[in-house]
């Protein structure tokens, strides 16, 4: 990869600056990288290209994809419901069918914290049951509402059609590059990893305020982290309630990883991309950038640990483009507060119109 010397950080945000970040962006074959900061703030550690992140929710473009190649595999199709693939288990959400899972109209809520529940932790506790045994907060594709809850069920849906657990079945799928590059706590994360946040702090403030969704759940006594998380889940219901990559976070890789994600989801991006509802297609988010002068759509996903990946494919008058972003965004040398938060998608659109800036003749220097 071509590196670059690019600002990545605006130091004189108003809101909370990540101590580091690494993009690389692919124009047609071309890698560019740059990188900038910290990686880990006490003891310092400089952020490197080599660097692996937690993805967080990234982790649910891996989803897709996997359910993409079942698709094209001929396992499953797109309006194959729950009830055909997981039986009664499925309950009040048998209609569902695999593509309002995908695009978040499945009527699940958006988020509870599973592993506060009566045997969380325990060998046997079975997060999907939990889930599936929620009254649907609304019928099957009436209403647009992202939802973790319902991409952890369509790695159950995953499972099921391959007879393998979720992280070994996607590992499976996607093939030997996608087991190169990514990886799990569970299987272990190789280093050096960027430090993601202090503990817990963030999801003990949701339990704890019921914001921005209201829990039925008491955190006192839980069992919190509260030291800086690095090689492990950040996402408390991966890692506490699943202990491995679950279908809506957990998965681990680096910039070079990320692009070979992109490469991949290149392939397919338009497909996903169709009849978007508020920027959510099958999977990915939809977005419009400009890019050497242009205007083009990017599809992709971002993470809430400071993660985005996204692709706009070749045109007659342009290249494919693959973007990535990578950074710590939650790390701090105290907990930060969920309102002091950079926005993941002002941090990548910021790189990406530097890169713009520093690679093209036509830039306007917005993304």
């Not at 690095?230 to 506490?240: I, K, L, S, V, Y």
Request: glycine share 10%; charged share 20%; proline share 6%.
């Amino acid at each position: 990869m071509h590196e670059l010397d690019v600002r990545l950080l605006d130091q004189d945000a108003d809101w909370h600056v990540p101590p580091g970040a690494c993009m690389a962006v692919q124009v047609a074959d071309a890698r560019h990288v740059a990188c900038e900061g910290l990686a880990r703030l006490q003891p310092s550690e400089p952020m490197t290209v080599g660097h692996w992140h937690d993805l967080a929710s990234v982790s649910k473009l891996v989803t897709t994809l996997t359910l993409c190649v079942l698709v094209r595999a001929g396992l499953v199709e797109w309006q194959t419901t729950l009830a055909d693939v997981l039986g009664g288990r499925a309950g009040e959400y048998g209609s569902v069918t695999v593509d309002q899972l995908l695009r978040h109209r499945g009527g699940f809520r958006p988020w509870k914290p599973l592993y506060l529940e009566a045997g969380a932790g325990v060998a046997g506790f079975d997060p999907i049951a939990s889930i599936l045994a929620d009254e649907p907060a609304s019928a099957p594709d009436t209403e647009t509402v992202y939802s973790d809850l319902g991409m952890q069920v369509a790695a159950a849906v995953i499972e099921e059609l391959t007879g393998t657990p979720y992280p070994d079945a996607v590992r499976s799928v996607l093939g030997p590059a996608f087991r190169r590059e990514f990886a799990d706590e569970r299987a272990g994360v190789p280093s050096p990893c960027a430090a993601s946040s202090v503990g817990d702090a963030i999801e003990r403030e949701m339990v704890a305020t019921g914001l921005p969704y209201p829990v039925d759940a008491d955190g006192d006594g839980f069992a919190w982290r509260t030291e800086v998380i690095q090689g492990e889940t950040n996402d408390c219901n991966a890692h506490h309630a699943y202990g491995s990559a679950a279908g809506h976070a957990g998965w681990f890789s680096t910039a070079e990883g990320l692009l070979s994600l992109g490469e991949l989801l290149l392939e397919i991006a338009e497909e996903l991309a169709e009849e978007p509802v508020n920027g959510i297609g099958r999977g990915v988010r939809v977005y419009d950038i400009e890019w050497d002068g242009c205007r083009r759509t990017l599809v992709g996903h971002p993470g809430f640990t400071g993660t985005f990946v996204g692709v706009s494919p070749a045109t007659e008058e342009q290249p494919s483009l693959v973007v990535t972003w990578l950074s710590n965004r939650l790390h701090d040398a105290e907990p930060v507060a969920a309102s002091r938060l950079a926005p993941v998608d002002q941090l990548w659109r910021a790189g990406l119109a530097a890169f713009d800036a520093r690679l093209n003749s036509n830039s306007g220097g917005t993304a």
